[in-house]
């Protein structure tokens, strides 16, 4: 059985940092990381192919960083700069298909974390 077991949510001020790590059972050639925030639509925040090409929501480019290490089949997402409207649950997301474009749809996530909540305050 896939597991994708997150790890490192929690609560910061704005401005802070807080890393997300994620560990899989299997390798995928694709992963990364969505969020919800009540009211809202799952969207995708990061997603990193197996050759570490990369693609991010323009809401946080330049303030999160997504890294993985295929030796280990873990992802991380790197959060800086954090602001009260990054507050969301997030969710691990693997694929066997690409990730990269500029829609991930659900469809093409073969498996969820539980996900990890992450709130930012003023």
């Known amino acids: 059985q896939v597991q994708l077991v997150e790890s490192g949510g929690g609560s910061v001020q704005s401005g802070g940092s807080l890393r997300l790590s994620c560990a899989a059972s299997?390798?995928?050639?694709?992963m990364g990381w969505f969020r919800q925030a009540p009211g809202a639509e799952r969207e995708r925040v990061a997603s990193?192919?197996?050759?570490?090409?990369?693609r991010y929501a323009d809401s946080v480019k330049g303030r999160f960083t997504i890294s993985r290490d295929n030796a280990k089949n873990t992802v991380a997402l790197q959060m800086n700069a954090l602001k009260p409207e990054d507050t969301a649950m997030y969710y691990c997301?693997?694929?066997?298909?690409?990730?990269?474009?500029?829609?991930?749809?659900?469809?093409?996530?073969?498996?969820w974390g539980q996900g990890t909540q992450v709130t930012v305050s003023s």
């Open positions: 997301a693997a694929s066997h298909y690409d990730c990269l474009a500029e829609v991930w749809p659900d469809y093409q996530v073969n498996y």
């Open positions: 299997r390798y995928f050639y694709c």
């Open positions: 990193i192919d197996r050759d570490r090409y990369t």
